[in-house]
């Protein structure tokens, strides 16, 4: 679970690994995402990845946050989850809160080992402050790879 919470929150794509990613947001979240950035890419299963988003930030990120992550296969929704992002965040390099001087969240998580290799899952994740204004929403493409 704090794999597909990293991905979104603080996930996902650096150096060669530009990806798909886009924002599924508006004009009025309040982190407006300039890129997302992942190494090693692709992910390696079993391994440790560094995500990193960077951005403009309107509003400070408060205790309280919550970031809901899914992945769909061919339309098929195969993990849903909403997590604490602040929580997510504890061990990173810019824990909560995250004042809007910030302009990149980095975090190193594991990927689980039952994260399937070579399938391309569609990542949506959805970001909300603990007053429940939208952050952000990012969704794209991903494949792990063994």
Same mark, same amino acid.
Do not use: P
């Given at each position: 679970m704090k794999f597909f919470t990293a991905v979104i929150a603080a996930? +996902? &794509?650096a150096s060669s690994a530009s990806a798909a990613f886009s924002s599924c947001g508006s004009s009025t979240d309040e982190f407006? &995402?300039?890129s997302v950035t992942y190494l090693p890419n692709p992910p390696k299963v079993g391994k440790d990845v560094c995500i990193t988003l960077n951005g403009a930030l309107t509003t400070a990120v408060t205790q309280g946050a919550s970031i809901h992550v899914t992945a769909t296969f061919l339309g098929i929704n195969v993990y849903d989850s909403t997590a604490d992002l602040c929580t997510g965040l504890a061990n990173s390099t810019t824990p909560c809160p995250i004042a809007t001087t910030v302009t990149s969240v980095t975090d190193c998580v594991s990927v689980p080992s039952n994260v399937p290799a070579g399938i391309s899952l569609t990542l949506k994740a959805v970001?909300?402050? +603990?007053? +429940?204004?939208? &952050?952000?929403?990012?969704s794209g493409p991903l494949t792990f790879s063994n």
């Open positions: 996930v +996902a &794509l407006h &995402l300039s970001v909300t402050n +603990a007053d +429940a204004k939208r &952050l952000f929403c990012i």
